[in-house]
C-alpha cells in the first residue's frame, strides 16, 4: 500500500505506520480509528490544512472515499500543496480508484512541483506510463538526479503500450477493474502498488504484467483471480492479449497475515 507524503506531523506517523500494516479496511469504531479522528478535529484550530488532510488520510484507511475525497479536497482548497495534492491520489489509488487518481498525480508529481523522484512508483500504480516518461524528459533538462528511477522500465513500458495501442487512460480503467474487487473484499494491496515488468525481447511473446499482490493466502488469490479474468473480459474484452493484471498471494508460503495492530504510535 502507498503512503501518504508526511511533513513530520506525529499523526500522520501513526497514520503510515498503521497503512504499513493493514490488509484490510479498519473499522470505523476501532477505538484506535476513533481516537486519531478525535485528534484530528482538534487539530482544525490551530491548523485546517492539514487537519483535512489527516482526516482524509483516516476515512481512506476505513474505506469511506467519498469522506476521504471531500476532506483531501478541503485541504487543498485551503492550501495549495503539491504533497497534498499526491496525497488525494494516495487514496485514491489504495481504494483502487486508478483512474480519478492520475490526475492528481499529474498535477502534483509533476518535476516542476518538486515532487517526481520521489512520487514516481505512484505513477506506475495508476498506469501512468506516457505520463511518467514526459516526466523523465522534463526532469532531464531540469538536469534532477534521477539515480533513484527506473527510467528504463518507464521507457520500455510506455513504448511496449504504444506498440500495442494501449493509453494511460484505457490501462487505468483495466486497472480499475482490479480496484473494484479489492473493494468489494474490503482489501488494500501489498507494498507500493503491482509488481511490473516488461518483456519485449520477442515480438511473438511481448507483454506489460501488473500482478497486485494481495494480503490473503493462495487458494483465495487464485479465486480473486479467476473473478478478475472474468471481469477484464467482460469490461475490457478490447483490451490486447499483451496486456496482463493479475492477483497473487503476498502471504508468505505456510505464515498467516498478520492482523492490524488495534493501536498505534
Known amino acids: 500500500m502507498l503512503l501518504p507524503a508526511t511533513k513530520g506531523n506525529q499523526l500522520i506517523k501513526d497514520i503510515n505506520a498503521v497503512l504499513a500494516n493493514a490488509p484490510h479496511y479498519i473499522a470505523q469504531d476501532d477505538f ?20 483535512y488532510n489527516i482526516l482524509a488520510q483516516l476515512y481512506g484507511l476505513a474505506g469511506d472515499a467519498r469522506a476521504a475525497e471531500q476532506h483531501i479536497d478541503t485541504a ?9 495534492i499526491i496525497n488525494k491520489a494516495v487514496i485514491l489509488s489504495n481504494l483502487g480508484f486508478f483512474t480519478a487518481a492520475q490526475e ?14 520521489s512520487n514516481w512508483k505512484l505513477g506506475l500504480c495508476v498506469g501512468y506510463f506516457h505520463t511518467l516518461s514526459d516526466f523523465v524528459v522534463e526532469a532531464k533538462r531540469m538536469n534532477l538526479d534521477l539515480s533513484t528511477i527506473d527510467t528504463s522500465l518507464i521507457s520500455r513500458g510506455a513504448r511496449l503500450m504504444d506498440e500495442i495501442g494501449v493509453t494511460d487512460e484505457q490501462l487505468g480503467r483495466a486497472l480499475d477493474v482490479a480496484g473494484s474487487i479489492l473493494r468489494e473484499e474490503r482489501l488494500f494491496f501489498v507494498g507500493h502498488g503491482p509488481d511490473i515488468s516488461v518483456w519485449d525481447d520477442d515480438a511473438l511473446e511481448r507483454h506489460l504484467s ?3 499482490k494481495l494480503p490473503v493466502e493462495a487458494a483465495k488469490a487464485i479465486a480473486l483471480d479467476e473473478e478478475l479474468g472474468h471481469r477484464l473480459f467482460e469490461k475490457c474484452g478490447d483490451l490486447p492479449s499483451e496486456l496482463m493484471i493479475h492477483f497473487e498471494s503476498g502471504v508468505p508460503l505456510h505464515e498467516r497475515v498478520p492482523e492490524r495492530p488495534a493501536v498505534a504510535g
Open 32 to 51: 484506535w480509528f476513533r481516537r486519531m479522528l478525535a485528534e484530528a478535529e482538534k487539530l482544525k484550530s490551530v491548523n485546517r490544512p492539514e487537519a
Open 76 to 84: 487543498i482548497k485551503l492550501r495549495h500543496d503539491p504533497a497534498v
Open 104 to 117: 492528481p498525480f499529474k498535477l502534483g508529481a509533476s518535476p516542476r512541483e518538486g515532487q517526481f523522484t
Open 210 to 212: 501488473l500482478i497486485f
